[in-house]
């Protein structure tokens, strides 16, 4: 039988758990069964989610991130779409049935901080905001500060949002809507 760390190498090239908790998760089959989900589609041309993973990982030592920063990264990037998988396309892909709630719950198996919590809850809610300003050319300042108030590592977040849009297939303007968001309430 292959150890967690062989069988989540299959599904994210070149990955070595760095921590006890990268062991854990990634020994977890709900967790393999996430990784392998996909094929190539808009926004993620890479396909499978683990090589979506991959490509953050690699991008993580790129920017050359250490110590904690690094490891709350590395936790989240393993996590965040794992659960695309478990959407039912039946329901609406909103609260308990988008894939980063069910990625956030997965999660609180493994930790209770509500710092890595929360990134992996609204990492693509700045997308979600940005399209509806693109649609409407307005998102109501209260969709912001609501999204902003639940983040109690702002800094995390705005960072794995960086690092999320990093890979190919992903645009820039959700990025750069959140940071012109940010400094309007100075808070960039």
Known sequence: MSSPAVTAAIHVAGFEPENDLERAVTADPRLL?????GR?????????VGNHVADLLRT????????RRRSDLRFIALVH???????????????????AMRAR???EDYTSEERLLAVIELHDRPYHLWRRHRR???????????????????????RFVELDASTEG????????LENELRKRELA
């Open 33 to 37: 069964v996430g990784l392998a989900w």
């Open 40 to 48: 190539p589609r808009r926004g993620h041309p890479e396909g499978a």
């Open 60 to 67: 993580t030592d790129e920017w050359g991130e250490t110590g």
């Open 81 to 99: 779409d794992s659960f695309k998988y478990a959407v039912s396309p039946l329901r609406p892909r909103t609260g308990e049935n988008h894939h």
């Open 105 to 107: 719950r997965f999660a």
């Open 136 to 158: 409407t050319g307005h998102v109501p300042d209260r969709k912001g500060d609501d999204m902003i108030a639940r983040l109690p590592d702002l800094s995390l977040f705005v």
């Open 170 to 177: 992903k645009r820039p303007e959700p990025v750069e809507w």
